[in-house]
């Protein structure tokens, strides 16, 4: 695979970098997004510290830069205020100056946390994302949100802060366990349902994570082609951007069912473009047919299409959704394959529908 580019305008504009061995490299690329860097502040996790921090490390030092390294324990309680304090602290006692940059490397755990501490610590230094999991690589490192979770819900508090970099080395798929892999399949059949109806015919044919890692190159170039449309539209997320969330409301609901153990993000979001192109059938927006082809495709990536949640996590997370606005309620569906079409209806009016369609 040859090396691919993306430029995104959004914040003071910058590159996404697609290349296998781009980590090793990373300290160069660094160098010249960053000229004015003395620090570098990684932060990762326990995982991915001992897969592929040392070499990061080492990239970054043959460019002469001051390397700190920070390592969290890996997991969604990781992104706590608590941690946000403790690199905060961290980097000030290293001497972190305006000029100075943390790189993210990891999934989105890391890239949200490290992400607003970077957007916070002396009013914002530099952000290098350099995420390794096939979820970070095509949603959460481009785009510049960045989050903590707080005791009242996720992603709470935090921040747009768009990165001056963005290194995707998909050698570092590798060692992703398969359900990890899986779940971020689910994003990126997401692009394909929303966007792009050839993208999802072509992972239609590709069922297995083989035949995925194959075209892993196009795969990411595609996802992330499409969110930087996206971003570049609409950075802050007040209009275009909520395209991103097809399946993400029910997919909310179906988390918290399971108290986000039970489901990942990756596997609720499958099951919740299922519900939802369903419910676009229900309503005569989406065209019939359409839940069948998702489900097929995301069952022959062994991801669930159907989750059995109380109804009273719908009606939470309907009611709770942030991208409600008094009674209403916008619901992201589908026309067809590769064509969206944000509706705004009365919540009552959606969740009698959906109450119909489980039987209740
Ligand atoms: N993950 C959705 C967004 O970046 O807007």
Redesign the pocket.
């Known amino acids: 695979m040859k090396e691919m580019t993306l430029h995104v305008d959004a914040g003071g504009g910058y590159d996404i970098l697609i290349s296998p061995g781009l980590l090793d490299e990373a300290g160069k690329r660094i160098r010249a997004a960053l000229p004015m860097a003395k620090r570098l502040f990684v932060v990762t996790d326990s995982n991915v510290s001992p897969l592929y921090g040392a070499r990061l490390v080492a990239s970054l030092e043959i460019e002469s830069f001051e390397v700190h390294t920070h390592v969290l324990p890996a997991g969604e309680t990781s992104k706590s205020a608590e941690n946000l304090m403790a690199l905060w602290e961290w980097m000030t006692a290293h001497g972190v100056t305006r000029t100075d940059a943390v790189a993210a490397l990891g999934g989105g755990v890391v890239g949200d946390l490290a992400g607003f501490a970077a957007s916070t610590v002396l009013r914002g230094v530099g952000l290098v994302q350099i995420p390794t999991t096939l979820l970070s690589q095509v949603?959460?490192s481009v785009?510049g949100?960045t989050a903590i979770d707080l005791p009242a819900g996720k992603n709470l508090a935090g921040s747009f802060y768009q990165p001056s970099l963005v290194l995707m080395d998909p050698d570092t798929l590798a060692t992703l366990p398969l359900p990890v892999f899986m779940a971020g399949m689910a994003e990126v059949v997401k692009y394909g349902c929303i966007r792009d109806a050839d993208f999802f015919d072509f992972l239609a044919a590709r069922p297995s994570r083989e035949a995925l890692m194959a075209d892993i190159g196009r795969i990411l170039y595609t996802c992330c082609d499409i969110?930087r449309q996206v971003?570049n539209a609409d950075e802050r997320?007040t209009g275009l951007?909520m395209i991103?969330?097809f399946g993400h409301t029910l997919g909310h609901a179906y988390e918290l069912a399971g108290n986000y153990v039970e489901w990942s993000h990756g596997q609720a979001v499958a099951a919740g473009m299922v519900t939802a192109a369903r419910l676009g059938v229900e309503l005569g927006v989406t065209a019939p047919g359409v839940p069948e082809k998702i489900e097929s495709v995301l069952a022959s990536l062994g991801l669930p299409t159907r989750i059995d949640c109380g109804f009273s996590y719908i009606e939470k997370a309907l009611g709770l959704d942030k991208k409600g606005a008094g009674d209403k309620v916008t619901l992201i569906l589908l026309e067809k394959l590769g064509v969206v079409r944000p509706l705004k209806l009365p919540r009552a009016e959606v969740l009698d529908v959906l109450a119909k369609m489980e039987g209740r």
């Open positions: 949603d959460s785009g949100k969110k971003v997320d951007r991103l969330n």
